[in-house]
Structure formats: C-alpha cells, structure tokens
C-alpha cells in the first residue's frame, strides 16, 4: 500500500523565518510528487515534481525531488503570515489516485 | 483559472436523511473526484468519476454513492446519513484522461454536520 508521510505535522516560526517541509514516500511505481497549500479552504495546487522535473521554484517556495532517498522537501524562505496554512503532500502512481500525507500545520507568528 | 464549486460551504442535516453534495467544474475537466478530509487522517478519496456514467470506488467508499449525468456536475450522495459521516468534504477536477499526471484543482469544501 502506498504510503505518505510529512513532517514535522506543525512547526511555528516568526515572520522572516526560512523553513523546510518535508515528505517522504513509500510507493510501488512513482509517477509524480505534489504539493498543496490550504488555507480555510480549497487546497491550492503549488508544484508537482516528476522525474523530469526533479525541482521546481515559485518566488519565496522551493521544492526539490530526491528520488533515491523517496522523499522531497518544500521551502519557504524569508516566511510572511500569510504563509501560515497547512502544506499537504501527495504522490501519484501508475494511476489517477493521488496518495496524501497527513499535512504539516505552518503558523508564522509576526 | 480553474473554478471548482460546491454548492455549500456548511451544511447540517439529521441521521438518516439522505444528503447530496453539489459540485461543478467550468474547465471541461474529464476527471471528477470527492475527497473527505479530518483531523489525524488527511484526504480520503470516496470516489472518482474519469467521464460521464463512468465512476470507480476510492479507498473509503462504504454509505456514499456518486452521480455524474453531465461532464461538469459531480454529485456525492450519502444514502442514509450517520454521525461518522460528519466532515469537511473536497471536490475536485482535472483535465486528461484516467491516467493523467495533471495536478488536480480543488472546490472550498462543504463542512458537513449529520447530528
């Protein structure tokens, strides 16, 4: 069964902070790794990483794919209070389904 | 941008009633999904429809049904609510087919309360 695990589950930093998310996989054949960030509501879409696509960077947001050691990282640097949300990580396999951990709870304190 | 609706964002009801949850999509996305989402258990997928009538079970599947009678309309269906079904409920679409490797966009979610 595949498997998602993130951590730490909460981390609360200051505003200025650089933090570092992190996700690893236990899965049967990979496809892709996504990154969500939710706030009060929907989840919105941040990256997906694949083997082509091993890093990808948004402004503040990094995420980077190891697929030898089955995990990926997601940073944020100089953090601002509207960072705070819950990041959620989920991997794709052969298939539609999307496999998620259980979310890291970011709150940035200013 | 993609537009994913659900049509409530709470919602009460009593055990047993039988209780729909609206959503639509206005990207003419193929695939159509309904997530459950609480504290310590993350996302479960109910189910997932790849096209019109076409629908397959997701992990956590028991008391829900599903109806999709047109490409931007999915419908989750709980037949005879129970207390254990209380939870924030996602939607949400993608393009591609049923092996896509696109991202999937997700509605706000209906906070469901069954008392």
């Known amino acids: 069964e595949d498997k998602v695990v993130q951590s730490p589950l909460s981390l609360v930093v200051h505003e200025g902070d650089t933090v570092t998310l992190n996700c690893s996989y236990e899965?049967?054949?990979?496809?892709?790794l996504l990154w969500y960030k939710q706030e009060k509501k929907a989840p919105t879409f941040l990256f997906m990483l694949?083997?082509?696509?091993i890093e990808k960077k948004s402004g503040r947001l990094s995420s980077i794919l190891d697929k030898k050691e089955l995990s990926s990282i997601l940073n944020i640097t100089a953090t601002q209070t509207g960072d705070s949300a819950i990041y959620l990580c989920?991997?794709?396999?052969?298939?539609?389904?999307?496999?998620f951990g259980k979310g890291t709870l970011l709150t940035v304190n200013p | 941008d993609v537009k994913v609706t659900q049509s409530s964002r709470y919602l009460v009801k009593r055990t047993g009633e039988k209780v729909f949850l609206e959503c639509v999509q206005d990207?003419?996305?193929?695939?159509m999904f309904w997530y459950r989402q609480d504290p310590g258990l993350g996302l479960r997928l109910i189910y997932f429809?790849?096209?019109?009538?076409?629908?397959e079970k997701g992990d956590i599947p028991e008391g829900y049904s599903v109806s999709r009678e047109k490409k931007e309309r999915f419908s989750l269906i709980l037949e005879s609510a129970s207390t254990n079904q209380t939870s924030m409920y996602l939607c949400?679409?993608?393009?591609?087919?049923?092996?896509?490797?696109?991202?999937?966009?997700f509605g706000d979610g209906t906070r469901l309360s069954i008392l």
């Open positions: 949400a679409s993608s393009p591609g087919d049923r092996f896509s490797n696109q991202p999937q966009h």
């Open positions: 899965v049967t054949n990979f496809r892709s």
């Open positions: 694949t083997s082509s696509g």
């Open positions: 989920a991997h794709r396999a052969g298939n539609y389904k999307l496999t």
């Open positions: 990207m003419d996305h193929e695939n």
């Open positions: 429809s790849y096209d019109v009538k076409m629908k």
